[in-house]
């Protein structure tokens, strides 16, 4: 008996690398087939950008006008936004602005002067910035960008003198966020630390919070924030802050839903990341799509080095009744708060995955390649 199970192991293991070989040859051969096409003539078009006013169910490329080395090069980390005045785009030297209404692809472009990469909504414009802290804020119905905030790095350092590598190379504290609250309070992320102006960026305050903060979200006066040292919270606007949620590494993302807000956070055990929500505004939390976990076969063609895209859960939304979850390699919807899932189709394109933005009832999609 013992042999014949061995036999049966034998007889098995190679079947499961033939089936990895093949699964992996087919994806090599779909993606140079894609970039193949894509390539084409100078004047081809390349899908950058989606958007879908239907839920998902149908998509519209919206990427005319854009750079068409942008689906090469992807877009900076946060250099995607969507609010109620469209959707904003930060690509080469610029940022490029789509109406929310308009019927047909159309872009306008906005050049920058400096190397601010990164952009934000603040309450009365938009924000864009680097990781030097050189911020710049255009004012809705303005077309200039005016530099802001040129007192940060010389106030940041003063109130924190911890030495990293920033500091040895530039005598600065860099920038990973900024977040401006309903209420005008602003809040720049830097080195194990957060530092708050209430008057518009006149002074800075250091808040000590003990790692990263890489976003922050409100709902109903609390404040949430994706750091390394998990998902933290505070009710006191940023004056002090709580872990709510750890796993052992790092928040991944917060978003604001009816109710309260969804999190995700990176599990360093189970090598995965999941996805939390509470809908009485970050007292209380649920764990919501477990059957969204990558696959044994995506997680073991990962581990081996047969894929190169992972299939974490990167990116959640609320889009109405709707919670859009993203994985690097699919999208789902669910109608009843992530008790149930639906896989949305997508469109045919080579990057296996999207980041997503959502302003009102329409959802933008963009490859996720490079960024």
Not at 201 to 210: C, S
Not at 229 to 250: C, F, P
Not at 306 to 322: F, P
Request: hydrophobic share 35%; proline share 3%; with cysteine.
């Amino acid at each position: 008996m013992k042999n014949k199970k061995i036999k049966r192991s034998l007889v098995f293991a190679p079947a499961i690398l033939v089936v990895l070989f093949l699964l992996n040859s087919f994806v090599v051969k779909e993606k140079k087939a894609w970039e193949k096409t894509a390539k084409g003539t100078k004047s081809a078009h390349v899908p950058i950008i989606f958007r879908s006013t239907d839920g998902g169910q149908t998509w519209q490329d919206i990427s005319k006008g854009l750079p068409e080395n942008l689906q090469r090069e992807g877009v900076w980390r946060d250099g995607l936004l969507a609010n109620d005045r469209g959707l904003y785009l930060r690509a080469g030297n610029g940022v490029y602005h789509s109406e929310p209404n308009s019927t047909t692809p159309f872009w306008t472009k906005e050049v920058l002067s400096g190397p601010q990469r990164n952009i934000a909504p603040g309450n009365n414009g938009i924000f864009a910035y680097d990781f030097r802290g050189q911020f710049l804020k255009k004012i809705n119905g303005r077309s200039e960008w005016s530099p802001v905030y040129a007192n940060f790095q010389e106030e940041a350092v003063r109130l924190n003198r911890t030495i990293d590598w920033m500091y040895k190379n530039y005598k600065e504290k860099q920038v990973s966020s900024l977040f401006e609250t309903t209420r005008g309070t602003v809040f720049i992320g830097s080195n194990n630390a957060l530092y708050k102006s209430n008057n518009s960026g006149k002074t800075w305050k250091y808040v000590p919070v003990g790692g990263w903060v890489m976003k922050i979200a409100e709902s109903n006066g609390v404040l949430l924030a994706s750091s390394s040292q998990g998902i933290l919270r505070s009710t006191d606007d940023g004056e002090s802050w709580v872990r709510v949620i750890s796993e052992g590494d790092a928040g991944i993302a917060v978003e604001r839903i009816d109710g309260g807000f969804a999190a995700i956070v990176n599990n360093k055990i189970a090598h995965s990341n999941s996805v939390h929500i509470s809908r009485d505004n970050g007292k209380t939390w649920n764990t919501i799509g477990e059957e969204l976990q990558p696959s044994w076969s995506n997680s073991l063609m990962g581990k081996i080095g047969l894929v190169q895209s992972s299939s974490d859960i990167s990116s959640i939304k609320q889009m109405g009744k709707y919670l859009i979850c993203g994985r690097s390699d699919e999208i789902f919807r669910s109608s009843d708060m992530g008790k149930t899932w639906e896989k949305l189709s997508l469109p045919a394109i080579g990057n296996f995955g999207f980041d997503l933005s959502v302003s009102g009832n329409v959802i933008y999609a963009i490859p996720n390649k490079g960024c």
